[in-house]
Every structure is written in structure tokens, then in C-alpha cells.
């Protein structure tokens, strides 16, 4: 193989990188250099490499590896061998893997060959996924789609490290993505990014996953929403005052949707991701989505302050709840009644709470099929657990 091509595209490089490249293009005939001061995400700076290269087959190859000691061009060789003998093959790669949030298989993009009539058909790698994590899934799953095989060159094998097999290269998986000098926060662009597959591909998996492994309860718009979570909103737009409300823990603010139309609705939960998707529903209302810890939020004056199943999750709950009535006219609130250690999981701080921990508060109670009741259902096989609902207003507290 000596029909070769060199593109090199290089951004937001911090050290001697952009002046090597320039002594290298004067010691190498037709290397071509792409180059970006600033750092542009790895679907950007992988797309201007591509449109400056001429050959039928685009090798994607990350600056994280190493071509390990071989004849010359055997990788290129062993990578172009499945398209000789699979004229469906649109994408030679290394490593397969599955991608949870997908729900499909793709090809790990650190050194993959793709023919051209692959991006011909489907376009060049989506750079709404930033930095990077997901594209490369987006990009397999379009291709197989359009008609295309994704291709494994040879078996691997996991070592419960890292994967092994017959391919000279040595590969620094997220070599770069785990650097904290070069990205920060890469847990949380890795999960908005999943979240962005999964609402093309695999909306099961978005759904959940917006629960926070079913920590808190979501309903986008359009859904049907479970009877005990109507029944306490329900509840709350029968007993709110005035039409300025502030919910604490909004999830996606589906709770809104269950109050008259008139209301100023303010929602504050602690997760940047749900605010965002809260912001994406268009309730309809007069709302306001805020992301903050309610711990430090500086609270104004509102009519109706509702806090349902918020209070559990706090280590200084009830001392919350205490400091919001002096900033309302009507506080409500929900949350697990005498719940055992453990039952709901381990982000609940507090457990046992009952009646004698709200001192001024009215009650009623929400039982497993979302029944409001004035007393307590008996816990049994069939109603594992009860809702504490209260009341407070600042008339009756006088």
C-alpha cells in the first residue's frame, strides 16, 4: 500500500505542538495540516481532517496511541482487508462495544477506516456532542442505516483492563476526556451526551436515566402521570394560596401542569441536566426553571411554597422546612411516611418521619394507589408504604 495520505488536524494545542507540525511539513512531501488555536471538540477537528483528504478510505486514527513495531503498512493492510472481501462494509474497526444508552453496538472511533461513500451518504460525524462521547455511536448507527456493515477486524478478548487481540496498536483508552488540564467536568458531558442518544435511539433508557436511577420521578410532557404523583398535585393545586408558587425539587416540572393557568411558577432543583429538560417542555405556563441547591438559594416571598418528597433527601430537612414558612403564606410538602432505613434507597437522609415531626402542620395521606385519605392505610402486602402530606398555613400558625 503506497497510495497513502497524511492529514493532521490539531486545535486548542498548548505546547510545541503547533511549531513541530510546522518543521514536519517541511520534511514530509504533501503532508497537510489542519490547524485550529482554539480547541474545537473532537467531531469539529475529526470533520476538517476529512474534508481535506482525497482517498476513498478516511482512517480516523486519535493522537492517544501508538502504532506498535510492524511491516510497513501492516495496520492499514489488516484495516482495509474487511472491505475486500464484504462489499457491504462502510466502517474496518478495532473494537466494537455496546452502548447502554443507545441500546446498539458501534465502533470505537480511536482508529477506524470508513469509506467515503459512507460519509457521502450520511455526512460528516454530528458536533453537537462537543468535546466528544457519542458521536462515533451516532455516526455507526446512520451508517448501518443507510445499508452499511460495521466490521470488526479481529477478535478481542477482555482482560477486565483493557482489551487485547491481534491489531499492532497500543490505545490510551479516554486518554484525553480524563485529563482534568484538558476537560473538566467529563462525567457530566459524557451523560448529556448519552442523553442525547438515547432520545434518538433508545427512549427507554433517556426516560429512566432522567430519573436519576429512579431517585426522583419524571414525566415529560404528553405522559401519562402515575396516580399517587396526580393525586398529591392534585392535592396541592386545591389547597395552594395566591398564584405565586415555588416548588422545591421541580424534577422536569411536570407538577405544573395540575395548577390553574394564572399561576407564576417558579421551579429550583439541584440537577443542571433536568432543569434543562424542564426548560424543553414548554408547560404552557407563566414558569421559571432555576438549577441551585436549595440550601444556599435566596429565597424571596411566595404565596404557595410546595416541597414534595424534597425534605427526605436533605440531612437538615426539617430545619428547611422550618426556615420556608417564614418566606410564604402556605407550605406543603409530602414525604415518606415511618420509612425503614434502606426501603427507597440510600440518597434518603432522613427515615421514620411521621406526624411528630411537623409541629403546626394539617395532614392527610397518600397511600400506594394514590388514594388521599385522613387517616393512615394499613401497610400490608399491597400498600408497602404511605405518603405524609402536610399543610401549613401562616393564618392558622397565628
Not at 14 to 29: E, F, K, R, V
Not at 177 to 203: E, M
Not at 313 to 322: A, R, W
Request: hydrophobic share 40%; with cysteine; net charge negative.
Amino acid at each position: 500500500m503506497t497510495d497513502v495520505e497524511l492529514v493532521i488536524s490539531a486545535n486548542g494545542c498548548t505546547d510545541n505542538t503547533h511549531a513541530y507540525l510546522a518543521y514536519l511539513s517541511t520534511a514530509i512531501p504533501n503532508l497537510i495540516i489542519v490547524w485550529d488555536g482554539e480547541p474545537l471538540g473532537y467531531a469539529k477537528a475529526t470533520n476538517r481532517g476529512i474534508n481535506r483528504a482525497a482517498a476513498d478510505k478516511i482512517v480516523l486514527l486519535n493522537n492517544d496511541t501508538v502504532l506498535l513495531a510492524q511491516p510497513k503498512n501492516q495496520w492499514l493492510e489488516i484495516l482495509n482487508k474487511p472491505f475486500e472481501s464484504n462489499s457491504k462494509c462502510g466502517i474496518s474497526c478495532i473494537i466494537k462495544g455496546h452502548s447502554e444508552p443507545a441500546g446498539r453496538d458501534f465502533a470505537v472511533f480511536f482508529c477506524v477506516m470508513v469509506h467515503r461513500t459512507v460519509f457521502e451518504a450520511i455526512g460528516l460525524l454530528n458536533e453537537e456532542y462537543g468535546v466528544g462521547g457519542g458521536e462515533d455511536t451516532e455516526f455507526c448507527i446512520e451508517t448501518e442505516k443507510a445499508g452499511f456493515e460495521v466490521c470488526e477486524v479481529f477478535d478481542k478478548t477482555w482482560n477486565g483492563e483493557l482489551y487485547t487481540g491481534g491489531f499492532p496498536i497500543y490505545h490510551k483508552g479516554e486518554g484525553t476526556v480524563h485529563d482534568t488540564t484538558l476537560v473538566k467536568n467529563w462525567p457530566d458531558i459524557f451523560l448529556r451526551n448519552s442523553l442525547k442518544l438515547a432520545k434518538k435511539y433508545n427512549f427507554d433508557w433517556y426516560h429512566w436515566r432522567l430519573s436519576n436511577y429512579w431517585e426522583r420521578a419524571v414525566f415529560l410532557k404528553g405522559d401519562t402521570v402515575f396516580p399517587r404523583e396526580t393525586t398529591r398535585y392534585q392535592w396541592a393545586a386545591q389547597n395552594a394560596i395566591g398564584k405565586k408558587i415555588l416548588e422545591i425539587g421541580c424534577s422536569n416540572g411536570y407538577g405544573v401542569q395540575f395548577f390553574p393557568k394564572y399561576i407564576e411558577y417558579t421551579g429550583v432543583d439541584y440537577d443542571p441536566i433536568i432543569i434543562d429538560v424542564a426548560k424543553e417542555q414548554d408547560w404552557g405556563y407563566d414558569t421559571t426553571f432555576i438549577n441551585a441547591d436549595i440550601n444556599n438559594f435566596p429565597l424571596l416571598q411566595y404565596d404557595t411554597i410546595v416541597a414534595f418528597e424534597v425534605i427526605e433527601h436533605l440531612d437538615k430537612g426539617l430545619d428547611l422546612l422550618e426556615k420556608l414558612k417564614q418566606h410564604c403564606q402556605c407550605l406543603l410538602f409530602t414525604v415518606p411516611m415511618n420509612e425503614p432505613v434502606g426501603f427507597w434507597g440510600p440518597h434518603h437522609k432522613l427515615h421514620g418521619l411521621n406526624e411528630s415531626h411537623f409541629p403546626g402542620f394539617e395532614f392527610n395521606y397518600i397511600n400506594e394507589a394514590g388514594e388521599i385519605t385522613e387517616t393512615a392505610a394499613p401497610v400490608d402486602d399491597v400498600n408497602h408504604l404511605n405518603l405524609l402530606i402536610g399543610k401549613w398555613t401562616k393564618s392558622s400558625a397565628l
